[in-house]
């Protein structure tokens, strides 16, 4: 099991350029996050899902879009980057119950210039 | 909203010292996870706990949640300078009406000195 993969790990990116940041999990999970890691802060959540065709709206999900087409997969869609994106963005995955444990992918470092 | 604080922000201890990490939640805690985090790594689970009182260990890294449930703390023991690192903690959202998805403490994070 390669557990959560993500790509790329960093990525410089000009203010108005968009980019998907990829997700994948082996593992069969359910449910999938995106948090997003600011400087001395803790993970806030952006966007989740539940399963496959379903997506809800974490507490930062402004400037961001996803899908979930698969049980696999899980893109971040950033559109018309601005500086406040900057950050470490990380996929999270997990089976479904409430006390099962999210596993976490190895993140990518996003610059925004 | 629920909000987690943990103390200290940061901490250097000397190898062979033990060490605590606390975090205390605004909320009740229902599953309180513990992770820490190296620079450019993903988070890497370390414990989970839910009911008050459950103490677990794992090598020389002890977490326990306390009775009230509202507060964690992270023991080590014997320190190493592979313990260093960001440790977080994680509550269980659902004081949110969240679909399981994790509040976090801001991190504390861990020198040892060799």
């Known amino acids: 099991n390669a557990g959560v993969t993500q790509t790329p790990k960093f990525r410089i990116l000009k203010i108005g350029q968009s980019m998907t940041l990829q997700c994948t999990q082996d593992?069969?999970?359910?449910?999938m996050y995106w948090y997003r890691q600011d400087p001395g802060m803790g993970l806030k959540l952006i966007y989740y899902?539940?399963?496959?065709?379903?997506?809800d709206k974490g507490e930062v999900p402004n400037g961001y879009n996803v899908s979930r087409s698969t049980t696999e997969d899980f893109p971040l869609r950033l559109e018309l980057a601005a500086p406040s994106q900057t950050s470490v963005y990380f996929c999270?995955?997990?089976?479904?119950?409430?006390?099962?444990?999210?596993?976490f992918g190895p993140g990518t470092r996003l610059t925004v210039l | 909203s629920q909000e987690l604080e943990q103390s200290p922000q940061s901490l250097i201890v000397q190898e062979g010292k033990n060490l605590t990490i606390n975090c205390t939640s605004s909320?009740?805690?229902?599953?309180l996870y513990w992770y820490k985090q190296k620079y450019g790594e993903g988070l890497i689970f370390l414990m989970m706990?839910?009911?008050?009182?459950e103490e677990k260990s794992h090598e020389k890294i002890t977490a326990k949640l306390d009775e009230k449930k509202q507060q964690s703390s992270l023991h080590i023991t014997a320190s190493q300078p592979s313990h260093a690192g960001i440790y977080l903690c994680?509550?269980?959202?659902?004081?949110?009406?969240?679909?399981?998805?994790?509040?976090f403490g801001k991190g504390t994070k861990l020198s040892v000195k060799p």
């Open positions: 999270a995955s997990k089976l479904a119950g409430v006390t099962d444990t999210q596993y």
């Open positions: 593992m069969n999970h359910n449910y």
């Open positions: 899902s539940v399963g496959a065709g379903i997506t």
């Open positions: 909320k009740t805690l229902y599953g």
């Open positions: 706990l839910q009911k008050g009182g």
């Open positions: 994680g509550a269980d959202g659902r004081n949110g009406g969240s679909q399981g998805n994790l509040i």
